[in-house]
């Protein structure tokens, strides 16, 4: 009986480990960490009382989307989903997510006040630009990766057209 087209559900998702090996695996992984490390570090300062740390804030939730598609991706949900086209879907988030962290890092940057060495947040605050940086630089390098968004890479959604067309 043929199962995936017919209706019927098909094969249970498997986690695919050549994406962990492969540079979008990598960079995905990256990101939800860093991200995970500017939201921590600014979570834990008194960011509602400065506007700025509450922008920082709302742009590093990011990372949970990120931990979303990298999920997606690993267990090779995308192909379920062959509609929807993935590598284009994933250069528009990487791109979003670079021009906001962008401004976050700016605005983080930009907010630490090299007088303010006495208070108890300022490493904290200066960490969480540091980790911005870090972290628009890997939303960058996914952004402009050609074989993540051309879908010409050897990642599991370079099959969604060859299988299902």
């Known amino acids: 009986m043929a199962r995936g087209r017919s209706g019927s559900p098909g094969p249970a998702a498997a986690p695919d480990g050549a994406f962990l090996l492969s540079p979008l695996g990598g960079l995905m992984g990256a990101q939800a960490v860093l991200g995970l490390l500017v939201w921590a570090l600014i979570a834990d300062t008194t960011y509602y009382l400065h506007a700025a740390y509450g922008w920082v804030m709302f742009v590093s939730i990011f990372w949970i989307v990120t931990v979303l598609f990298f999920v997606t991706y690993l267990l090779q949900l995308q192909l379920k989903f062959y509609v929807i086209p993935w590598p284009l879907v994933l250069m528009i988030f990487n791109a979003t997510a670079t021009v906001l962290y962008t401004t976050a890092f700016v605005t983080c940057a930009a907010a630490v006040q090299p007088t303010s060495w006495w ?20 939303y960058g390098a996914s952004t402009f990766s050609f074989r993540a968004w051309k879908g010409l890479g050897s990642h599991a959604a370079t099959s969604q057209v060859t299988d299902h067309a």
């Not at 208070?119 to 890997?138: E, G, H, K, P």
């Open 119 to 138: 208070q108890w947040d300022y490493n904290r605050r200066a960490a969480a630009s540091f980790f911005a940086c870090l972290v628009m630089i890997t």
